[in-house]
């Protein structure tokens, strides 16, 4: 079970990134 916490965190992670990512693109072009 502790594998699969830590690719639950992981994916926290990842998505966490992919929102960062989306907001600086947006905040570029606007």
Do not use: C, P, Q, V
Not at 5 to 25: Q, S, V
Request: net charge positive.
């Amino acid at each position: 079970s502790l594998n699969s916490r830590l690719t639950h965190e992981l994916h926290l992670r990842m998505i966490d990134y992919h929102i960062g990512l989306f907001r600086a693109m947006t905040n570029k072009s606007a």
